[in-house]
């Protein structure tokens, strides 16, 4: 079995970003989410300005959505290729890799991790416009409102997400020319929505290792937005000592999961967060035979995929040189989600 968390992800308040507030508080605010999130490139946020109605609807929705018959969420399947990223996978029909596990760059090693199912099942949107990441929906009747609201929901995260990258810009003091390359590479086209169900499990297939909820990896993202429900789990890897943190639920806390992009784009100024989806230790120590279900709404803000990450010229110094070559957006996510499900082709974004 994987050590057990311990020690807790640190939380900050970002009201003063998303209120009328000052410079100075803005200032200060970006200072503290940069001294708790560059260590190990994640943070708890509140006062994000995401209202707490909409947020209870979202989970309400999830749960509708995942209580549907397995026919009916059949109705929108993921396809067998890995694009478009988008509508219902079934419980261990995904598998998450490592980025270290996808260098090694071995489909050996892909199938016998693949042993392991990762057992979530998940629905994927995102921008109606993209014509390549197209949407797969759920026949209206099938779950009347639910393309609506999702796509209130992905706005919505979206303006919360532009919000965050202006505390990050401010913290790292980029040029204005840097802002501004940094907002045109983010204007919602390649971001995701996601809603997570991670079922009720038996204590005793985790125990004997038949499977996951979700193994350690980072995101290609910029960075993610993680909401989930009070059930726990979501664990951050300390970047020093390598033992894992727990990222404790809380009302209208989200988690700051800094992706690769962002690593990359800031030269490793905010490196990316290793994070994996555990069963806490409350719902082991009780000695129950199975696990609580759990819901999370992970939210992807991702550069615009036809573009290139390019490492900003601030984040470059002479302690500091350049860690990562410029590279297009489309070509990492490719080269990064080409496990991600079995039967994935070579095309790209
Ligand atoms: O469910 C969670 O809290 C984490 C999900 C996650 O890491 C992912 O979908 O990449
Ligand atoms: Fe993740």
Redesign the pocket.
């Given at each position: 079995m994987e050590s057990p968390a311990t020690d807790v992800v640190p939380t900050v308040d970002l009201s003063s970003f998303t209120t009328d507030s000052h410079f100075a508080a803005r200032k200060a605010a970006a200072q503290e989410l940069a001294r708790c999130c560059r260590p190990h490139g994640c943070v708890g946020i509140i006062g994000h300005g995401v209202p707490h109605e909409l947020l209870v609807e979202a989970f309400e929705v999830a749960e509708t959505l995942f209580d549907l018959p397995m026919e009916d969420k059949m109705k929108a399947p993921h396809p067998q290729a890995r694009i478009p990223h988008r509508g219902y996978s079934a419980p261990g029909r995904e598998k998450a890799f490592s980025r270290d596990d996808i260098l090694t760059n071995s489909e050996a090693m892909a199938r016998a991790k693949r042993r392991i199912r990762d057992i979530h099942e998940t629905y994927e949107c995102g921008d109606e416009s993209n014509s390549v990441q197209t949407n797969i929906w759920l026949p209206e009747d099938v779950l009347p409102g639910f393309r609506d609201f999702s796509m209130k929901l992905f706005w919505r995260l979206h303006h919360c997400s532009r919000s965050i990258l202006e505390t990050l810009m401010m913290s790292l003091d980029l040029t204005e020319e840097e802002c501004n390359y940094l907002r045109k590479l983010h204007p919602g086209y390649s971001e995701q929505l996601?809603y997570?169900h991670y079922p009720s499990v038996s204590t005793e297939s985790l125990d004997r290792e038949e499977l996951n909820r979700?193994p350690a990896h980072t995101?290609w993202s910029s960075f993610?937005l993680?909401f989930?429900d009070d059930a726990g789990g979501?664990e951050f890897r300390n970047a020093q000592s390598g033992a894992f943190m727990l990222a404790i639920p809380a009302v209208d806390k989200l988690y700051l999961n800094i992706g690769d992009m962002f690593m990359r784009i800031t030269n490793g100024m905010y490196p990316s967060a290793t994070?994996r989806?555990a069963v806490p230790q409350s719902a082991m120590a009780k000695g129950a035979e199975v696990t609580r279900a759990r819901y999370?709404i992970?939210f992807f803000f991702s550069p615009h995929a036809d573009m290139m990450a390019t490492p900003l010229q601030t984040c470059v110094t002479d302690d500091h040189p350049v860690k990562f070559k410029p590279i297009k957006i489309s070509d990492y996510s490719a080269e990064m989600s080409k496990w991600q499900y079995e039967k994935s082709e070579s095309k790209n974004e």
């Open positions: 996601r997570a979700l995101d993610t993680l989930q979501l994070h989806v999370s992970p």
